[in-house]
């Protein structure tokens, strides 16, 4: 039997691209028609796919809502100027009113020294102590908001920087340390789900790998004869590579849509806790640009694990 394969004379003919065309639109429709004949085994395979690609999309699609919520904190995305003890009444709400005026600040509020006073006095707990003060020892304090959202961190640095120069602005105060360990978990997350889609991924390659190798088992003799009629190396991996190619674009398809169905199951009930905060926040879907790529990514895995189970097969058949 080897020796009749060694044998085979291959025929030849001129490249037509019609015809090149028409094969590979043949074989890509043939490979999907296939599947019919086993409908389950192939959605249980699509089914293993889509649930271990999902887990990884929905992780970055989580990083994505918290990114944007980061940025949505009114509080601590307030930075707080005390004013210089020289500094009287009526200046200090000039200079409330200027910095309302500035191109990198939406709101400015002014807090006297005197209504300060009374709120720590009221909160504090030291009201007798407060009250034997001979004078008021906490200057004019300005609240502003700027507009740079809180991830920015170098522009917000950059406009800290600007309004300590001033000469009338005594201490700028912005908590950027809960923005830090923030910034630090995300990145510490970011990195494990860029971990988790290579092991993941390297999982899906052994599935469509091990799925292949199991069609190549069952269609042998087919392939045997086709080798012995002179079909090419090319010719019979087409039809298993355009398998795998279903297998990634299906699974990526499902995994998407799993993602999208499980934001949508939690959008409402995390809608109702972000209104008790009053804020407007509801999660995001995923993008289509993430989805696409998503897809694509999967039928990477899908067209590489099949090429290598293939080669690795027909390799042996010629040895």
């Given at each position: 039997m080897a020796s009749r394969r060694q044998n085979v004379q291959r025929p030849t003919s001129l490249f037509s691209l019609r015809a090149y065309v028409l094969i590979h639109l043949h074989t890509f429709f043939a490979s999907l028609g296939r599947f019919s004949r086993a409908p389950f085994n192939f959605m249980m395979t699509v089914s293993v796919i889509a649930i271990t690609l999902s887990l990884p999309s929905g992780l970055l699609v989580s990083i994505n809502n918290l990114q944007s919520l980061s940025g949505q904190i009114d509080l601590n995305n307030n930075i707080s100027l005390f004013l210089d003890q020289s500094v009287n009444l009526e200046q200090a709400s000039k200079l409330s009113q200027a910095l309302h005026e500035h191109d990198q600040i939406t709101q400015s509020l002014l807090i006297s020294k005197q209504a300060a006073l009374e709120e720590f006095q009221q909160y504090s707990g030291f009201g007798s102590a407060i009250s034997a003060l001979a004078s008021n020892p906490l200057p004019h304090v300005i609240q502003i908001t700027p507009i740079i959202q809180l991830n920015n961190r170098e522009a917000l640095e950059a406009l800290v920087n600007e309004l300590k120069q001033r000469a009338d602005i005594e201490l700028v105060q912005l908590d950027m340390g809960w923005l830090d360990r923030l910034n630090g978990i995300l990145n510490i997350a970011q990195r494990g789900v860029s971990i988790i889609t290579v092991l993941l991924g390297f999982a899906v390659l052994l599935i469509v790998s091990n799925t292949i190798r199991l069609e190549l088992q069952h269609r042998r003799d087919e392939i045997d004869i086709t080798r012995l009629v002179g079909a090419t190396r090319s010719f019979i991996m087409r039809p298993f590579i355009y398998s795998g190619f279903w297998?990634?674009?299906?699974?990526?398809?499902?995994?998407?849509?799993?993602?999208?169905?499980?934001?949508?199951?939690?959008?409402?009930?995390?809608?109702?806790?972000?209104?008790?905060?009053?804020?407007?926040?509801?999660?995001?879907?995923?993008?289509?640009?993430?989805?696409?790529?998503?897809?694509?990514?999967?039928?990477?895995?899908?067209?590489?694990?099949?090429?290598?189970?293939?080669?690795?097969?027909?390799?042996?058949?010629?040895?």
């Open positions: 297998y990634g674009f299906l699974g990526g398809i499902f995994a998407c849509l799993l993602v999208n169905l499980s934001v949508w199951l939690i959008d409402g009930p995390t809608s109702s806790l972000s209104a008790l905060y009053n804020s407007s926040f509801s999660l995001s879907f995923m993008p289509l640009g993430h989805a696409i790529l998503w897809v694509i990514f999967s039928i990477s895995l899908g067209i590489i694990g099949s090429w290598l189970v293939v080669s690795r097969y027909l390799s042996e058949l010629e040895n």
